[in-house]
């Protein structure tokens, strides 16, 4: 009676070690799928509530009305993340001066600097979030099933050797069976690949646009550091900041 091959009959003649390896693969799909998707949908609402908030930046009439944006809408992108640290080190190196410490070291300029360099790095290690496990997905999956093929294959042979009959029809099925753990490795892998290019071009983008409006952002607050000390909050220092700008601008 002949006996039909393919996935199923794979599964069934499997041994322990070639199921732990199935398993393996696919906890690997699906934590991969689970990250694009997730990362995915992330990325697209992280990208329009960044447009949307330099748009109502760039728009603001003062830093004052800046900061009333983000008390009512919250910090929850990398942009109006920068500006809320940025407000937050203005406010925190003034109410430090009585009682200065390691936190507060260094001129205004070189407080806010660190706490925006702070800002841009929680941003860059939360974007890169589950980057590492993608690729190692996408390097490790296509061995991991070459090992599997391999070790089916040393078990059929060893089955073929033992049974004595060594036509073409006794070998070209149990190793093109074996050969179902390569594909299932590169099945594994390339949307890992795929996936973490993506993720890495669009963080490179996002960090190389937030590194830039740093520098604006910086501009504006270190200005308004440097000559409105004795204000305490945003609001007062902000007008001085925009009269500053445009008279720059107007000269």
Known sequence: METSLGFGHFLANADGIARFILALMLIMSVGTWYLIVTKGVESVRSQRRSSAFLKAFWAAPSLDAVARHLRQSGVAEPFS???????????????????????????????????MKRAIAQDKSRLEYGQTFLAT?????????LFGTVWGIYHALMAIGISGQGTLDKVAGPVGEALIMTAVGLAVAIPAAVAYNAFARS?????????????DVFTFLATG?????????????????????????TA
């Open 81 to 115: 993340h920068l500006v809320h640290h940025g407000f937050t080190a203005i406010e925190q190196h003034k109410a430090g001066r009585e009682t200065r410490g390691l936190v507060d070291a260094g001129t205004p300029d070189e407080f806010l600097t660190r706490a």
């Open 137 to 145: 997905v996408a390097s490790s999956a296509p061995f991991v099933g």
């Open 203 to 215: 963080n490179r983008n996002t960090l190389a646009e937030l590194n830039s409006f740093a520098h």
């Open 225 to 249: 550091l440097k000559n409105a000390p004795q204000q305490g909050d945003v609001a007062a220092t902000s007008e001085r900041i925009i009269a500053r700008v445009q008279a720059r601008a």
